[in-house]
């Protein structure tokens, strides 16, 4: 479950890597996907710009689509990319004993 306290937080991130250059992946469905370098242009409350670099196309993505893995960004660190997000770590629910 998102908490606002997470889009909060997303929020405040992205803002201060406005003019950063990201690696956007999403899928395009039926098992297509995309990867894409692009830089992050400006932030709204609800959505923030990103404009492609080969397209020279801005396109909009909302703070929910990164928090629930619908497209993955990773941000560039000087040396790298490294995702905005980690990734999902899977719980295991212990067995139930009959």
Excluded: H, W
Excluded at 14 to 22: A, L, P, R, Y
Excluded at 34 to 39: D, W
Excluded at 65 to 93: C, H, M, N, Q, W
Aim: with cysteine.
């Amino acid at each position: 479950m998102i908490c606002p306290n997470d889009i909060t937080s997303l929020k405040t991130d992205i803002n201060e890597m406005v003019g950063q250059k990201i690696i956007v992946k999403g899928s395009l469905g039926r098992c297509k996907t995309f990867e894409k370098e692009a830089t992050i242009e400006k932030t709204y409350p609800n959505i923030f710009v990103i404009k492609y670099e080969e397209e020279n196309r801005n396109v909009t993505y909302s703070y929910t689509d990164v928090l629930t893995r619908t497209v993955e960004v990773d941000v560039f660190d000087g040396s790298g990319y490294s995702p905005l997000i980690p990734p999902a770590t899977e719980v295991k629910k212990p067995k139930k004993i009959l």
